[in-house]
């Protein structure tokens, strides 16, 4: 596996492949890669030829007091990972590259109404920094597939709708959460868990499932996820959200829906901001 560092580099081994008939599939990271992450290698190389995958740490996508400076960067470990698990090729660009007027003077790539909500609301001008770089590596890497890990829901839909409202010619593919032995989805940030916490974190998985038994014991959404809330509550944990929702658009369901549903959490614990969903109903 060979790293690329600048574009123009990446963009001649990428034609080559092109010219050769090759389809190339994208899975883009901020690097601190585990089994999930490589899970996402895996799904792109059943659809592709070629599978380049990037690490960049997205300065746009973290807001001032979260954690953009301390997050891990571990790029041998990653590279030897994604050698280990078949990528072909892995870009890993400068900010300066990337951002060339600098990221505050960077064009910004919006998506209206679906950023707006659940950690948009919470986590301004997240899903803005987030639709902006994926918009910045498409173009650079020109992938025919791109493959995004369904714990970050919210974002899926994002990068669902950003690529077709701007008629980008990329089939975007889901992979599904891989979990720990406890059910605690894999997150680069489970790190900052003590073994203590990670044990109380399967609270969270827990507490979904719970809420799609409920769903189909026919229990009202209000109540569902108040319980939900004390359950996490319970556990020690700060959850910022337990909600259900359509799992088209995040929109709210009316009350007598309990089909294509999801519930969604997220809560703090100890020093992690942790995320979790389940698909519910039929």
């Known amino acids: 596996m060979d790293t690329f560092h600048a574009a123009a580099d990446l963009g001649a081994r990428v034609s080559a492949w092109r010219r050769a008939g090759a389809r190339i599939g994208f899975v883009p990271t901020m690097g601190n890669l585990h089994a999930g992450h490589f899970s996402l290698v895996e799904l792109a190389r059943a659809h592709a030829d070629k599978i380049i995958a990037s690490v960049f740490v997205n300065p746009t996508q973290f807001g001032p007091s979260e954690d953009f400076a301390s997050y891990p960067r571990t790029l041998a470990q990653d590279q030897a990972g994604l050698a280990?698990?078949?990528?072909?090729?892995?870009?890993?660009?400068?900010?300066?590259?990337?951002?060339p007027f600098g990221a505050a003077a960077s064009v910004r790539v919006e998506v209206p109404g679906i950023t707006e909500i659940l950690e948009g609301e919470l986590r301004p001008g997240h899903f803005a920094g987030v639709a902006t770089v994926v918009t910045k590596l498409f173009n650079l890497v020109q992938p025919d597939v791109a493959v995004f890990g369904q714990k970050d829901y919210q974002q899926l839909l994002v990068i669902r709708r950003m690529t077709e409202d701007l008629c980008l010619p990329i089939r975007i593919l889901a992979a599904p959460t891989r979990r720990e032995a406890?059910?605690?989805?894999m997150s680069s940030r489970n790190q900052y868990l003590s073994s203590e916490e990670r044990d109380r974190a399967?609270?969270?998985?827990?507490?979904?499932?719970?809420?799609?038994?409920?769903?189909?014991?026919?229990?009202?959404?209000?109540?569902?996820?108040?319980?939900?809330?004390?359950?996490?509550?319970?556990?020690g944990s700060v959850p910022d959200?337990?909600?259900i929702r359509r799992a088209s658009d995040l929109t709210l369901p009316d009350p007598a829906e309990h089909s294509g549903l999801i519930a969604l959490i997220a809560t703090r614990l100890?020093?992690?901001?942790?995320?979790?969903?389940l698909l519910m109903g039929p």
Do not use: W
Request: charge should be negative; charged fraction near 20%; proline fraction near 2%.
């Open 202 to 235: 399967a609270v969270i998985y827990r507490t979904l499932c719970a809420m799609s038994e409920q769903l189909h014991a026919g229990r009202s959404h209000k109540v569902i996820e108040a319980d939900a809330r004390a359950a996490l509550e319970a556990a």
């Open 270 to 277: 100890g020093r992690a901001r942790l995320i979790d969903n």
């Open 241 to 243: 959200y337990a909600v």
């Open 182 to 185: 406890n059910g605690l989805a």
């Open 84 to 99: 280990a698990h078949g990528c072909d090729a892995l870009f890993v660009p400068a900010v300066d590259a990337m951002y």
